[in-house]
């Protein structure tokens, strides 16, 4: 039973405007959010993460948004970029159990120049 | 610099054979973690360890084994039992200390089963 679904394999998006990625969740007890990027034959690297205690959290070109009454989170880019194209996987995670992060199946981000 | 390293990239076994993937870590973290990747798929717990000499069951553990002697080390053993072992293996650690800690990802080795 998948705790953790992003719903969309894969997004294109021009250059210069907004990629809007998505990730649903089941589990109330979910508190702790997070966002990486992979390139192909690559471990994914750490992008930008929530706390249930926000909304909203910014970083540069990217924001993460957190609806818990909708059990909803995404991942906003803008502007888009060419080196922004790859595979994106949202995670969750209980805090007081740190131990165990639970991952999407990722969605596939291509910037068209 | 601190970081996660993985050897080998890429692996090739025989069918029936046991293979161990390495994972190193000097990022003085205290939780390891195995995943397995398949195409178009997530990542998948394998296992994971909290501290020196202990480990426990992810989701998909059958097939696999591990270790966890020291601190930095926790190499993962993909045994002939597995049934398909041809995937993309990552290992991860992550700090115990602090309220919100991300995971911290090795590069990854592909294993293929000829």
């Known amino acids: 039973d998948q705790q953790v679904k992003q719903n969309s394999p894969s997004l294109s998006v021009q250059e210069g405007r907004i990629s809007i990625l998505n990730c649903d969740y089941t589990?109330?007890?979910?508190?702790?959010f997070l966002w990486y990027k992979k390139y192909p034959a690559e471990g994914p690297t750490f992008l930008i993460s929530?706390?249930?205690?926000?909304d909203k959290n910014e970083d540069g070109r990217f924001t993460v948004f957190l609806n818990k009454s909708a059990k909803h989170l995404s991942l906003h880019i803008v502007p888009s970029q060419p080196g922004d194209s790859a595979v994106y996987f949202c995670?969750?995670?209980?805090?007081?159990?740190?131990?165990?992060?639970?991952f999407g199946s990722g969605t596939k981000l291509n910037v068209k120049p | 610099d601190g970081g996660i390293t993985q050897s080998p990239k890429y692996l090739f076994r025989k069918e029936g054979q046991n293979v161990t993937l390495s994972c190193e870590q000097n990022?003085?973290?205290?939780?390891m973690y195995w995943y397995r990747q398949d195409p178009g798929q997530g990542l998948r717990l394998i296992y994971y360890?909290?501290?020196?000499?202990?480990?426990q069951k992810g989701d998909i553990a059958e097939g696999y084994s591990v270790s966890r002697e020291k601190k930095e080390s926790f190499p993962l053993t993909v045994t002939s039992a597995q049934k398909n072992p041809t995937a993309f293996y990552l290992c991860?650690?992550?700090?115990?200390?602090?309220?919100?800690?991300?995971?911290?990802f090795g590069p990854g080795t592909r294993l293929t089963v000829l």
């Open positions: 991860a650690s992550t700090k115990r200390s602090g309220v919100y800690n991300e995971q911290f």
């Open positions: 589990n109330s007890m979910f508190d702790y």
């Open positions: 929530i706390s249930s205690i926000k």
């Open positions: 995670a969750a995670s209980v805090v007081y159990n740190f131990n165990k992060f639970y």
């Open positions: 990022l003085n973290h205290d939780a």
């Open positions: 360890s909290q501290i020196v000499n202990d480990f």
